[in-house]
């Protein structure tokens, strides 16, 4: 017999989950205990384990989120009707979504399941019916009316997209979201010089332009004490980018990077930028298996342009990833002009969506492509041919 149970925190997990998804550290217990006590505050998490019988045989992860799409979707230079369109339509679709995926990382982080104990398409229909008894649940708990379900992130070859039949039957929408940056680390990378030696004569100058730029500037990597010290100069950085992003659905704690080192350890790394013993940029990294995944920076403008400091970190990252042996760097979403400069790969991303109310549902595919907003922009190829 197959069912489900739903949890409301990581300390209800059942004994066996990190052994079932030890393939991917955004699944695991510690990951999630970092996130719990150091979530944006509009996210909440759930989880949910299916059994056969008493055995584990998948796992999903969903996040409540109370989104505002007018903050969520930022175009300086809409028109005034797209404008007033976009505030309209915020009204109706503000409120509480469900995620079935982690909105604070890009990729499909969300569901995984034993194939060899439950197909696909009976697995997904368990993970659907979970929502929807979460979305009474909150409603019942918390007075809360969820207005969306989302699942996120699935790459145009995932099987997921197989299930054609399961999305159509409850009006699940299929909408393409920005890619995702990735480079693969290519097998004759043993050190980043042989990285170096790839690029060809544009890159190879614009790389030792950046370097000569940041000369004055040095580079560390942060303790768990360092953290706690520039804790708040740490998000003071981190907001000033996330602030300038077209996309925000969501702004990180203060204690963010602290919790992430103290119960990810080893596996997530903080770099710091330093200009006369001033702390003027930082990085973050996950390391995740065999991936290399990219995690929140921040900067202090003043500084930015004339060190090149974000196209710096970018090297840094590739660095980092092909010293220690990575199969691939995932530098996710935005910038995707200066990150294919560096190497990376656009893999295009599709989320499915449904909106509670029939009416906003079939009109959802078409007011997500207006409000979200295009990403005109020329692919970089800095490799010899």
């Not at 990190?18 to 996210?43: C, M, R, W």
């Not at 409540?64 to 915020?90: A, G, I, Q």
């Not at 368990?126 to 918390?142: E, M, R």
């Not at 940029?281 to 060190?307: M, P, R, V, W």
């Amino acid at each position: 017999m197959i069912n489900y149970k739903i949890y409301n925190s990581y300390k209800q997990l059942p004994p066996e989950w990190d052994g079932f998804v030890v393939h991917d550290i955004f699944l695991q217990t510690a990951y999630f205990k970092a996130l719990e006590q150091a979530s944006p505050n509009n996210i909440s998490l759930n989880y949910v384990g299916v059994f056969k019988d008493e055995t584990l045989i998948g796992i999903a992860l969903i996040q409540r989120v109370e989104l505002y799409l007018k903050d969520m979707f930022r175009n300086e230079t809409d028109s005034l009707f797209v404008e007033k369109f976009k505030n309209s339509v915020s009204k109706l679709l503000k409120g509480n979504v469900l995620v079935v995926g982690n909105l604070t990382q890009t990729g499909q982080h969300g569901l995984y399941f034993n194939v060899h104990e439950i197909s696909q398409s009976e697995f997904l229909k368990h993970i659907y019916q979970a929502t929807l008894q979460l979305k009474k649940d909150i409603k019942i708990n918390k007075n809360k009316r969820i207005r969306m379900i989302m699942l996120k992130d699935f790459f145009l070859d995932d099987d997921i997209h197989e299930e054609a039949e399961l999305f159509g039957v409850h009006q699940i929408h299929k909408v393409i979201a920005q890619p995702n940056m990735i480079m693969a680390v290519k097998s004759h990378w043993n050190h980043f010089d042989d990285y170096y030696a790839d690029l060809n004569k544009k890159y190879r100058d614009r790389y030792k332009t950046a370097r000569k730029k940041s000369k004055k500037v040095q580079k560390r990597e942060l303790n768990l004490e360092d953290i706690k010290e520039n804790e708040s100069l740490l998000h003071a950085l981190y907001k000033n980018v996330s602030e300038h992003a077209k996309i925000n659905t969501f702004i990180l704690p203060e204690n963010h990077f602290y919790s992430f080192k103290m119960h990810l350890k080893d596996h997530f790394k903080v770099f710091g930028y330093y200009l006369d013993n001033q702390l003027i940029g930082f990085y973050t990294l996950i390391l995740n298996g065999k991936a290399l995944e990219t995690y929140f920076l921040g900067y202090d403008s003043e500084h930015q342009y004339a060190n090149q400091l974000y196209l710096n970190m970018l090297y840094d990252m590739a660095s980092f990833g092909i010293e220690n042996n990575f199969s691939s760097i995932v530098y996710a979403r935005t910038a995707m002009a200066i990150k294919s400069s560096v190497g990376a790969k656009p893999k295009k991303m599709v989320l499915y969506m449904k909106h509670t109310n029939w009416v906003m549902n079939t009109v959802l595919k078409y007011i997500f492509k207006l409000m979200n907003p295009k990403q005109d922009w020329e692919e970089r190829h800095p490799f010899k041919s």
